[in-house]
């Protein structure tokens, strides 16, 4: 799947964007994989799959042909 990044994230992958493969394709393994690469804290960060807000806590199935967002925390104003 293709894993983009923007802000705070892509300064601390040093790429904006990247393809991965998982053996269990889901947000919550994506989450752990970025962790144990990068050390990312992604608490404060928001993902999007195919364009559309998902809960970092749930076990959403990803497919190969997604594509992921990994967005920094939006402020407010």
Do not use: C, P, R, W
Request: no cysteine.
């Amino acid at each position: 799947m293709k894993v983009i990044y923007f802000g705070k994230i892509a300064d601390v992958t040093k790429k904006t964007a990247e393809e991965i493969e998982l053996q269990d394709k889901n947000v919550k393994s994506l989450i752990t994989y970025l962790n144990e690469k990068y050390a990312i804290d992604l608490s404060e960060m928001q993902i999007a799959v195919n364009q559309n807000l998902v809960s970092k806590s749930e076990l959403l199935a990803l497919k190969d042909t997604d594509e992921v967002a990994i967005l920094s925390a939006f402020a407010g104003g």
